[in-house]
């Protein structure tokens, strides 16, 4: 099935930076979803991207599909403290929704 | 729409007992995804169904884990004998088309 790699695992920003995270594939995927936990909380849907090179906005995250649809980025501008959580990002093919390990934002306020 | 229940919040329980985890999804979808969550692994798909019927369940690790979804508002996820190894973060989830909706998860911890 498809997979989908989240490096580094954990980041930390100083609250009013900007933060780029990435989610990357060796093969070409069909779908790229991005999802929010909060600590102690569970996973929230973002955003969904489908086509080559798509781009979404919501307020402060943009979100991107690569070119070659094998990899997304999703950047945040202007980080504040709301925005610390583990952010995912999940693929599947036929309905099999398989998650990255995820990237743990911290933010220094 | 309430989301996608789950029972219990917490289970705290010992090796070798059998552990049930509940989850009722979102009326109309007809998916529904078990994922396991722990600090190593990560989020780990076990089984899913679509219109009650298991599609996949590769990713359940061993005999001791079976699912069953009887009806389209209700799956359990049974464990039997537990194993301390088996704590973790259990997630349900369900969707129509393509964005999945999590429950609060059960969070099992096997002494």
């Known amino acids: 099935g498809q997979q989908v790699m989240q490096i580094p695992q954990y980041q930390h920003v100083q609250e009013g930076e900007d933060f780029t995270t990435y989610c990357n594939s060796s093969?070409?995927?069909?779908?790229i979803q991005w999802y929010k936990q909060r600590p102690g909380g569970h996973p929230v849907f973002l955003i969904q991207?489908?086509?080559?090179?798509e781009v979404k906005k919501q307020k402060r995250l943009t979100f991107q599909f690569g070119e070659a649809k094998k990899n997304s980025s999703l950047h945040i501008t202007a980080t504040q403290t709301t925005d610390v959580g583990t952010y995912f990002c999940?693929?599947?093919?036929?309905?099999?929704?398989?998650f990255g390990k995820g990237i743990t934002l911290s933010v220094r306020p | 729409d309430a989301g996608v229940i789950q029972s219990p919040r917490h289970e705290v329980t010992e090796m070798g007992q059998e552990v049930t985890l509940r989850c009722k999804p979102i009326?109309?979808?007809?998916?529904l995804f078990w994922y396991r969550q722990t600090m190593m692994r990560g989020l780990e798909l076990l089984i899913y169904?679509?219109?009650?019927?298991?599609?996949?369940d590769s990713g359940m690790p061993e005999d001791r884990f079976s699912a069953k979804m009887p009806n389209a508002s209700f799956s359990t996820l049974k464990i039997q004998p537990s194993e301390p190894r088996d704590s973790a973060v259990y997630f349900c989830?369900?969707?129509?088309?393509?964005?999945?909706?999590f429950g609060e998860g059960s969070r099992l911890t096997v002494l």
């Open positions: 999940c693929t599947g093919a036929n309905s099999k929704l398989t």
């Open positions: 169904f679509n219109n009650n019927v298991p599609i996949d």
């Open positions: 093969t070409t995927l069909s779908n």
């Open positions: 989830a369900s969707t129509y088309h393509g964005e999945l909706f």
């Open positions: 009326s109309g979808h007809d998916y």
């Open positions: 991207l489908v086509k080559s090179g």
